[in-house]
Structures are given as structure tokens and as C-alpha cells.
């Protein structure tokens, strides 16, 4: 069996969720999570609590001037509601210098295409060392 | 091109025990001659040969595992999430988390991989290798 095409409401729902995170909207960020979500950025400590969520989302977004998702791919898989999408991400630092960063997130989605899990592989740390990977 | 699940389960197979085994025959078994590796720590694009050497010169330098926590096919090749393990002779080890997204080609060789990995872990690589032996392969720890 290939993986079947993302589905149109899928990719809506991971699009939408971008632009709340580009928005710096952490209510508007949460509302995509399923009651019982796990969100992972990185290596580091899972969140499955929303109010951590927020929480987390508030801190970062203060840390930073502006974010913008630039999706390159959004890849189905042949697991139901699990999308693959790769980025660029592109960080405006409080200092007003912009990086841009290559990212790869993993979605699983509910029946009600709301977020289960929702996690982030990339390398975060030049945006606050002030090193771009050359 | 539509990659079927069990092609993509039999190439991931492969790629994990090549690597594993750092052997240069299984490593050039599975990659396509023109494949591409990249990873999101430096933007650089390996070739084969690179690949071959880097993993070779890591597997002679520690014990490399890989124990897969996610599998799964896309219509072009697979997606994988994986906790690296690498061991020193002294038995120090390091645990590193990753993902790739590789493409098959027809042949259901490695035709590009794209490595996300945390540079922090890759440091900590870099010096577990370094402690252990003085050297660190190049093209691995970047």
C-alpha cells in the first residue's frame, strides 16, 4: 500500500497551525491540540499538559520579534493521520537580525483533526548563539 | 515514482544494518551512486563516497546503534525517528535522537537523506569520540 495523499483538510489544519505559530498566538496555537496531545520540540522534555503548552508557547514567543513557517513538503504516510511537513523556519531576533533554520515536524492527527502529537526535530539553538550553520 | 510500505520497511532495514555495521560494501549497497545526505546542522550535502568514509571512520571509532521508534512509508520513500546510540571502547556511551527523510530510487536505494539532529547532541558525540580516542571522524561531528 503507498501512503495516501494528504487529505485537503489535513493540510488545512497543519497550514492554520503555522499561522497561529506565526501569529505568536499561543490560545490560538492550543486550540488545534486534542485533549490528549504530546508536543516534543527537540531533545527536549515532552508537554501533554495545554497549560504547559501555553505556557511554553508565551516564553518562547516573547523571545523572539517575529516567526514565519515556510513549508517546503507535507508528506503523507501510509499511517493514517500522520503527516510529515519539512520547513523553513525564519526567526526575527529581538535584535531585528533574521536566520533561517531547516525544520522537519511529525503531526498525527485525531478523527476530529485535532493534533495528538506534535513533534520538532531541528536545530534551534543558532537563533539564540547568533550563529547562522554556515 | 510510489514507494509500496514493505519496499520502504525492507530499505530502512537495510539502511539501519548497514550503518550498524559500518561495513563500506553494505553502506554502498544501499545508497545510490549519486545519492545525497544532508543534514540540518550544517547544510551540507554529502556524497556517497563522504557518507561511506564519515560512517566507516565512526564505526571504527565507537559502536553504533540504531533502535527505530518510528516507521513509516511515504510515497516516496520513508520517514524514521531513531535514538542513535554510540559506545566508546570504555564503555561510555551517548544516546542522540534524530529523524530522517530519505528517498528511494527505483532501485529502493537511498537516493537523498536528510538527517535532523540536535547540534547539541552532535557535540556531545564529538566529545565522547574525542575522549575516547583523541580523533573524531571527519564528516560526522560538524
Redesign the interface.
Known amino acids: 500500500m503507498s501512503a495516501p495523499a494528504v487529505s485537503r483538510s489535513a493540510e488545512g489544519v497543519i497550514r492554520d497551525l503555522f499561522a497561529a505559530a506565526d501569529a505568536r498566538d499561543a490560545d490560538r496555537s492550543a486550540a488545534f491540540l486534542a485533549e490528549d496531545f504530546v508536543f516534543r520540540f527537540g531533545n527536549a522534555d515532552p508537554i501533554s499538559d495545554v497549560e504547559a503548552f501555553r505556557q511554553m508557547a508565551t516564553e518562547f514567543n516573547a523571545s523572539l520579534a517575529g516567526l514565519r513557517h515556510e513549508i517546503r513538503s507535507i508528506l503523507a504516510t501510509d499511517r493514517e493521520g500522520v503527516v510529515v511537513t519539512e520547513l523553513a523556519v525564519h526567526y526575527t531576533r529581538l535584535d531585528g537580525s533574521v536566520i533561517s533554520l531547516p525544520c522537519c515536524n511529525i503531526f498525527a492527527l485525531d478523527g476530529d483533526l485535532k493534533v495528538t502529537r506534535y513533534q520538532i526535530f531541528m536545530d534551534i539553538s543558532p537563533v539564540f548563539a547568533g550563529e547562522a550553520p554556515e | 515514482m510510489?514507494?509500496?510500505?514493505d519496499a520502504s520497511l525492507q530499505a530502512a532495514g537495510a539502511l539501519r544494518r548497514a550503518i550498524e555495521s559500518a561495513s563500506p560494501e553494505q553502506l554502498n549497497e544501499v545508497y545510490a551512486e549519486d545519492a545525497v545526505i544532508w543534514h540540518?546542522?550544517?547544510?551540507v550535502e554529502l556524497n556517497r563516497a563522504d557518507i561511506v568514509a564519515a560512517v566507516v571512520g565512526l564505526g571504527a571509532a565507537c559502536d553504533i546503534s540504531m533502535e527505530v521508534r518510528?516507521l513509516?512509508?511515504?510515497?516516496?520513500g520513508f520517514?524514521q525517528?531513531q535514538e542513535w546510540t554510540f559506545r566508546v571502547p570504555s564503555g561510555e556511551s551517548l544516546s542522540v535522537?534524530?529523524?530522517f527523510?530519505v528517498t528511494l530510487d527505483e532501485d529502493q536505494r537511498v537516493a537523498r537523506l536528510?538527517e535532523?539532529?540536535?547540534?547539541?547532541?552532535l557535540a556531545a558525540l564529538g566529545d565522547l569520540l574525542a575522549g575516547s580516542s583523541g580523533e573524531v571522524p571527519a564528516g560526522v561531528v560538524r
Open positions: 510510489s514507494v509500496n510500505r540540518n546542522t550544517d547544510l518510528q513509516d512509508a511515504t510515497d516516496s520517514f525517528t535522537p534524530s529523524a527523510v536528510d535532523y539532529v540536535d547540534s547539541a547532541a
